[in-house]
């Protein structure tokens, strides 16, 4: 079959959030108010810090105009983000599979998950240097520790998508009030701070300016936002739309605000208290250190590491929503969130303990300054997208963008790729220069790479109607021919328990219906049925083929044909078994609807079954 475009981003919380109709603005502005938050995050994390605290004190103000640019033009492109998700229902992720061949969508998803790699990377450091500056753990058992943030994740997460959001704005907000302290003890001087914002650039700054707009504008978060605001139940009409995207401006433009204030701030303080006493910062560690004796107080030290732990975890929460949001919208493939963020973190863990090892903590602040540049270097293959997709009127409508829209775009995508390639070439010169009698194998090898990228940066960049276009999905369902379905043998799994009346009313009702035999079974867990198998016979074994003989006789009565059989040891592998000697074609199970940690304890049957046999399944809740 040909596959539809009915798939939602992150189907658990897709428009579980409902606006109220039938009140004032306020109150509508509060229901809409919460996706930018979690992508402000992002504008803050870690990496954000090594590259404010570096271009602050080897720069002074010089950069401020670096952070200003950049906010402008995350400002922009994470409105167009929300507007695609708003108008269309698809985010970025999910238009890229539509739009383009499968294995241009494959490259773009690839350079993504790199992107997202980098950034959890930035996040693994940063929570890890939090520790050691809070506690005095050594920074590689702090990355260790970072592995099982996931069950911080697992605990927010099944509180809701709004509890997510009031978790992140509490994160946001210590960090807020933190460096709100640390600016008042460093005593800026406010007319060196305004003519930071004088836009200057040399060789000597553009690594780190670029590292300072890969850190703002991150290419993860384009795909992110553009499902986020899906969360939200808004009315699908021309009206609704148009309100949820007036909202979701208000709501971006304060979140990015606020990113913004936090950004300068800790360049400011960098520049205030390093840059004027002639410190060079390369180390957070370092800073965390010099910033008691140059202010005069030990409260700065810790409000410096409390701000850092505070980014570090709240930026891996929204960096597991948007793993999942690229893989889900370019491989149409769904991993349970809490394996996606063990995969994002085991791959971020990697590099970063190997790093440590050899290079010890100065190289764990030089990592994180690279992790910023590869977000940058990544940021053209989500923005050229975007800015294609929101101003195409066939697929926005009347949402399109504006001319004006389209020229502020494309000059900050200008600007994106102009920077990166003055980087790329840069960095590849140095390279070949210092690689000696090496600098044949570095041409060999750099060459095809940037080859590729030139020409994929081309093929994206190409207007829609030059390009060769791909088969466009049916945007209706189309008639299905439906084929009534008879069950000859339908299998019962009972656990004895509350659960079984209802599981054998259904299972009754279906019986009548097709006139199909039951088989009703139960497995046997205790010592007995784990040592013995069917060869058990003690009290509880008699016991379970009672009350399922019990059973078996009620439903006789009624006229229905019934076998109770028992199975013994480990519950999923028998019901298993014994659906497939009984050639059962319709399984009946009860689920107990607990989740989360509750699985962890108890244990779940239910997806392990229905993923061993190939016939349809009916939970009864």
């Known amino acids: 079959m040909k596959e539809k475009q ?3 981003s992150l189907s658990e919380v897709h428009g579980s959030v409902s606006i109220p109709k039938h009140y004032g603005m306020i109150k509508r502005l509060l229901a809409f108010a919460g996706p930018a938050y979690l992508v402000s995050v992002g504008y803050m994390d870690p990496g954000n810090w090594a ?5 602050g004190s080897r720069f002074g103000f010089q950069l401020l105009w670096v952070i200003l640019m950049s906010n402008l ?12 998700g708003i108008v269309t229902g698809r985010d970025l992720a ?15 998803w690839i350079l993504c998950e790199i992107a997202i790699a980098a950034c959890d990377l930035a996040e693994v450091l940063g929570t890890a240097i939090g520790l050691n500056l809070l506690f005095g753990l050594p920074l590689i058992i702090g990355v260790i520790i970072t592995g099982f943030d996931t069950i911080l994740f697992l605990l927010i997460q099944n509180f809701g998508i709004r509890k997510m959001e009031l978790f992140i704005v509490l994160m946001v907000s210590v960090m807020g009030a933190c460096f709100g302290i640390e600016m008042l003890l460093s005593k800026p001087i406010i007319g ?24 703002t504008v991150m290419p993860h978060n384009l795909y992110l936002h553009s499902a986020l605001v899906q969360t939200r139940l808004v009315e699908q009409t021309e009206q609704g739309k148009r309100q949820a995207c007036k909202f979701n401006l208000i709501d971006t433009v304060i979140a990015l605000n606020v990113a913004f204030l936090i950004n300068a701030a800790i360049l400011i303080l960098s520049a205030s208290v390093f840059f004027k006493n002639g410190v060079l910062v390369t180390e957070i560690q370092q800073a965390h250190t010099l910033l008691a004796p140059l202010l005069g107080t030990m409260l700065a ?7 850092l732990l505070a980014s570090g975890q709240s930026s891996t929460l929204t960096g597991t929503y948007a793993g999942q949001i690229v893989m889900e919208g370019f491989l149409h493939f769904k991993m349970r969130p809490v394996l996606r963020r063990l995969l994002t973190r085991t791959l971020a863990i990697i590099p970063a303990v190997t790093v440590i090892a050899l290079r010890g903590d100065r190289g764990s602040y030089e990592l994180l300054i690279l992790s910023q540049v590869v977000l940058s270097l990544q940021l053209p ?4 997208p975007l800015i294609h997709f929101t101003s195409d009127k066939e697929r926005m409508g009347t949402f399109a963008n504006k001319q004006w829209v389209k020229i502020l775009a494309w000059i900050a995508a200008m600007i994106i790729v102009v920077l990166n390639a003055r980087l790329a070439i840069s960095a590849i010169t140095d390279w070949i220069t210092n690689a000696g009698d090496g600098s044949i194998i570095l041409w060999f090898m750099t060459l095809p790479l940037i080859a590729g990228i030139f020409i994929l940066l081309i093929y994206i960049s190409l207007p829609k109607s030059w390009r060769r276009r791909k088969p466009t999905m049916p945007s209706e369902i189309e008639q299905l021919e439906f084929v009534q379905q008879q069950y000859s043998c339908i299998g019962v799994a009972l656990d004895l328990g509350v659960m079984d009346p209802k599981v054998l009313s259904h299972a009754q009702s279906l019986a009548k219906q097709n006139g199909a035999r039951l088989v009703l079974f139960h497995v046997v867990e205790g010592v007995g049925g784990q040592l013995f198998g069917k060869h058990a016979y003690d009290d509880e074994t008699r016991d379970d083929m009672q009350h399922l003989e019990k059973h078996a006789e009620e439903l006789r009565n009624t006229g229905i044909d019934v076998q109770a059989v028992l199975g013994f040891g480990r519950v999923q592998k028998e019901i298993i078994r014994i659906a497939q000697e009984q050639k059962i074609d319709l399984l009946v199970m009860g689920g107990h609807g607990h989740r989360g940690m509750k699985d962890l304890i108890f244990g779940t049957s239910i997806s392990k079954v229905r993923h061993a046999l190939k016939i349809p399944v009916l939970v009864i809740q």
């Open 192 to 215: 060196e701070i305004v003519t930071g914002f004088i836009p200057r650039l040399n060789s000597g700054n553009l690594y780190i300016a670029i590292g300072i707009l890969g850190a």
């Open 381 to 384: 293959f989500a923005v050229i």
């Open 301 to 307: 030290s810790t409000l410096f590491a409390v701000a």
């Open 51 to 55: 590259t404010d605290i570096e271009g």
């Open 94 to 108: 999910q238009c890229c599979r539509d739009e383009y061949p499968k294995p241009i969508a494959y490259i773009l």
């Open 6 to 8: 009915t798939s939602v």
């Open 73 to 84: 033009m995350a400002m922009l492109l994470q409105t167009l983000s929300a507007r695609l």
